[in-house]
């Protein structure tokens, strides 16, 4: 199943992007596990059934079952410090740039995998929530362990087309099921 059965259950418009699943993923610059723990934290982050179970199934083979949840505490963790990190940018007032976060963070010390691993997968998730502030730590952060451009494009590649089959698979699930608000 996998990536396999995500491509399945595209519609033919979003050809594009079942033929990116393999192109982003499969034959990435990034090692497998990478790749796939980038892949699985963005799953989550999109939050659609089918593409969060199909490519979970398909990355414990890829990262195991440590790997697994440290791709996930990736996401959840992300899922705090984007929206923290995004709205004090945003609200462009100086004062909160000062204020500490106070917001435990510990998972990004120990995240149980290897540090530019997490970092990676970090930046993937960073990229969905669209958190300028976070995606410029964790890329300096990566460029810092020698990661190149390319590596990092690449994570954002996988954040892309991850992100997209989710959206589509969520918008065709939604007129499948023809529902509409209630007034």
Not at 10 to 23: F, G, K
Not at 28 to 35: G, M, N, R, V, Y
Request: hydrophobic share 50%; charged share 20%; net charge neutral.
């Amino acid at each position: 199943m996998g990536l396999d059965a995500i491509r399945a259950a595209l519609p033919e418009y979003a050809r594009d992007i079942a033929l990116n699943l393999d192109t982003t993923i499969g034959t990435s610059l990034l090692t497998p596990a990478q790749a796939w723990g980038a892949a699985l934290a963005c799953a989550v982050t999109a939050r659609n059934p089918v593409v969060l179970r199909e490519i979970a199934a398909e990355a414990l083979g890829h990262l195991g079952p440590e790997g697994v949840e440290a791709a996930k505490a990736a996401a959840a963790i992300m899922a705090m410090t984007n929206v923290y990190y995004r709205a004090k940018h945003l609200i462009g007032d100086e004062r909160y740039a000062s204020m500490p976060a106070r917001l435990r963070m510990r998972v990004t010390a120990r995240p149980g995998v290897d540090k530019g691993d997490f970092k990676v997968w970090c930046l993937a998730v960073s990229a969905i929530a669209g958190c300028g502030v976070c995606l410029e730590v964790h890329e300096k952060s990566l460029r810092d362990r020698g990661f190149t451009g390319e590596q990092v494009h690449e994570a954002l590649r996988i954040s892309a087309v991850v992100h997209a089959a989710a959206v589509t698979l969520d918008a065709e699930a939604a007129l499948a099921g023809g529902t509409t608000p209630s007034a």
